[in-house]
């Protein structure tokens, strides 16, 4: 199976807008955070939710559908925002693509966000719940790896003051 043949549940329509909207609120879901990345024509934020896990420390965010646009966007850019509730930073992204990285991450998922796996299994990335079947996800999800970014520095004369 391609990546283009897998489907985004129909769930997704409304409830990332819902989600969206909560997280801007101060509440959150779960594991659930919103990440944006600029968009590759318009370098708007751009912005969907995410279930970040952790893997020996690292923080992993999976693009569940590998040609999704925030998958696209984060690949170009490299960087985003991520927030939770009302805290937002600035994040790097970093494709993984060591087959072995990805495993690990992939294994963690269902652990981590078991209410997170209904997602892949309705969009035909696997077929059960184990972490077993996420391994064999490996080439059909696109993992990022997060860390801190520092927020970029202000030049002379674009009218920051300083104090």
């Known amino acids: 199976m391609t990546s283009s043949s897998y489907q985004v549940p129909r769930y997704v329509r409304w409830a990332n807008p819902l989600i969206k909207v909560l997280n801007r609120l101060g509440l959150t879901i779960g594991t659930m955070r919103v990440i944006a990345v600029p968009g590759r024509k318009s370098g ?39 927030s939770t509730g009302r805290r937002t930073e600035q994040i790097a992204l970093t494709e993984v693509i060591d087959p072995d990285e990805q495993r690990a991450v992939l294994r963690t998922f269902p652990v981590q966000v078991p209410h997170g796996v209904d997602f892949f299994i309705q969009a035909g ?3 059960g719940p184990t972490p077993e079947e996420f391994e064999r996800g490996v080439g059909r999800c696109v993992i990022f790896r997060i860390t801190p970014r520092s927020a970029p520095r202000a030049r002379p004369g674009d009218g920051a003051h300083a104090s």
């Open 44 to 82: 708007r934020l751009r912005s969907t939710p995410v279930s970040p896990v952790t893997v020996q420390g690292r923080r992993y965010a999976i693009a569940g559908i590998s040609g999704s646009d925030w998958a696209k966007n984060a690949r170009a850019a490299g960087w985003g925002t991520l």
């Open 125 to 127: 990335v696997v077929t």
